[in-house]
């Protein structure tokens, strides 16, 4: 597999992607229900994906023939279990949980892809090297994140709202095995293949739960229009990218750049304070990557 530069310049981005997310969120259900948020993100970035696919003379993949069906079957998983389903548990879980807790789950989706790629996807062999290796990636987040993240708010459905974002990192695991393991096809059709099945699946439910919104601010707007062009479009072609090219567990090192990402953004654009801790974190997140992947190497 490949984890040359250009894999690592892809996690990279992509963190940085899904590091801002976290923020948009916040803004979005201020004036969004949190199946609203999701449906309308997946909605336009379906629409900028297929019409990507066209401008580049590639149309959606067939769906005659076993491996037709077996690829639209593949992006139904991805776009149910890395788009619809994780979108919507995350937008309802931040409204009761610390966000920084939703941070933390997030970092755990690389624990959770290593005994499933073991498994199920050649080559993807867990050993004690690499799951310490993980672990101390793990350990890097939560320190970055601070233990305040595991404070209860107090909030009735918040215990609900902690298992609905456990729920969504194991959504994102099992979405990465169902694309490493799906029929070779374009990247960009595959993604608007399943962006625009996870947009088929959230939006009639959203708009029969929480109906169309009812004049939403601004500056929530603006907030799922960059949810829907960045961390959903753009972020789904590199994920397919990432993971055809490097591996599902190589893909999901990403997660530990999160919440890196996140404490950035919040200094930048929110004028929060860089925590003390930052440096003990990046080096726990950096010795575990670095650890992960030699022992992935002396392996090979």
Known sequence: MDHGLKNWLRISVLAMFWGSSFMMVSIAIEGFGPLSVAATRL???AVLLVGLARLRGSNLPPVAGRHGRLVWLSALGFGLFSMALPFF???WGQAYVASGFAGVTMATVPLLVLPLAHMLVPGERLTAARGAGFL???AGAVVLI???AFDS???TLEPLARLACLGAAMCYAIGSIVTRLAPRVDPIAFAAASTLLGAGMIVPVALLVEGLPAAPPLGSV?????????PTAAANMLIVAVVRSAGPSFLSLANYQVPVWAVVFGAVFLDEALPARIILALALILGGVA??????RARA
């Open 136 to 138: 101390i990636g793990f």
């Open 291 to 296: 650890l992960s992947q030699i022992a992935g």
């Open 222 to 230: 603006l907030a799922v229009i960059y949810l829907g062009a960045v």
């Open 146 to 148: 601070g233990l305040d």
């Open 89 to 91: 548990l995350l937008s």
């Open 43 to 45: 909605a336009l970035a």
């Open 153 to 155: 708010l107090g909030t």
